[in-house]
Structure formats: structure tokens, C-alpha cells
């Protein structure tokens, strides 16, 4: 391979890297539709094994009746009830799979959704928390859902 070659290939996978916006970025917050985090009343804490106690997604306010929405595109992979709760997940395609509870869906399994797009309602609590709950993983592996959003940039301001 001659060395105007080796450039253009350089070149081309630098920009596609450069170019190419992060998997994080791609999400969005399905209680707001925004790509932040905003308020969270629980945060993640995942446990040591999958069959210990611990809090495998977040807890975010959102009024009963309220709108969810798609943290990403991708296809539903369940609509129905869990325990008790009605839950929906999205399988987004990436190897990530999010949740949402307590959703009654406005879909049905298989169904394509887009980001932002409303997946259903929030409805009737059935823990003491009377929010959304949203949950991800990876394979079978929980991961934090924020995860997935930007990280907020900081601006310090200088003091003079």
C-alpha cells in the first residue's frame, strides 16, 4: 500500500472517530425528553450479584398519567406486567436494554419506537415511590442508566 494510501485510510478513520457521536449521547432522559439527568430521587446502586438486594435502575419524578418517553430508538422487547407492575423494555439494538416502570405501554412487543417518542403512561405506584423507575442493561448485566446520557459540563468561574 503506497503512502497516499496509507493517508487517505488515516485520514478517514480519524474522521469517523472525530465525527461520529458516542453511544452516551445518543439517549435521553424518558421522564423529560432531555439529554441530562435532571432531578433523581434514587440513584443506582447495584448489587454485588444480580440475586441481591440492591436498586438496579433510577428512581425520577413524574406524575401519575404522565407521558414516558423512548430514552432511545429501538424495538419493544416486553410489554406487560412484572410482579405486579406494569413494565415496559426497549431493546435498543446497541447490546443495551432499557425499563421502565410503572409504564402502561401504548405499544406492543415488536413494535419500532424512535428516541423521545411517548411509549406510554406512567401509572398507579406499587412500591412507595410514586415516580418512573428506569433501568438498563447490558446482555445481563445492570448498568446505571444515566450512564447513557452526557456527562454535564462544568464551568468553573473565575474569581479575581
Keep these: 500500500m ?21 453511544l452516551a449521547h445518543a439517549y435521553v432522559n424518558p421522564a423529560t425528553g432531555e439529554d441530562k439527568a435532571g432531578i433523581v430521587l434514587r440513584g443506582f446502586d447495584k448489587p454485588a450479584q444480580n440475586w441481591l438486594p440492591g ?19 429501538g ?5 406487560g406486567t412484572v410482579v405486579g407492575t406494569p413494565t415496559m423494555s426497549i431493546d435498543h439494538g446497541d447490546g443495551i436494554r432499557t425499563t421502565y416502570q410503572p409504564v402502561h ?12 417518542e411517548v411509549i406510554g403512561t406512567l401509572g398507579h405506584p406499587t412500591t412507595s415511590f410514586p415516580g418512573l ?5 447490558i446482555d445481563e448485566d445492570y448498568i446505571n442508566p444515566l450512564s447513557l446520557l452526557p456527562r454535564p ?6 474569581i479575581h
Design 2 to 22: 503506497n503512502i497516499r494510501c496509507r493517508w487517505i485510510l488515516g485520514l478517514s478513520f480519524f474522521l469517523t472517530v472525530l465525527l461520529t457521536p458516542s
Design 55 to 73: 436498586h438496579r435502575g433510577v428512581d425520577l419524578p413524574l406524575e401519575i398519567g404522565a407521558h414516558v418517553l423512548a430514552s432511545n430508538s
Design 75 to 79: 424495538t419493544v422487547a416486553f410489554a
Design 105 to 116: 405501554a401504548h405499544l406492543n412487543v415488536g413494535d419500532p419506537i424512535e428516541k423521545g
Design 133 to 137: 423507575q428506569w433501568g438498563a442493561k
Design 153 to 158: 459540563t462544568i464551568r468553573l468561574k473565575a
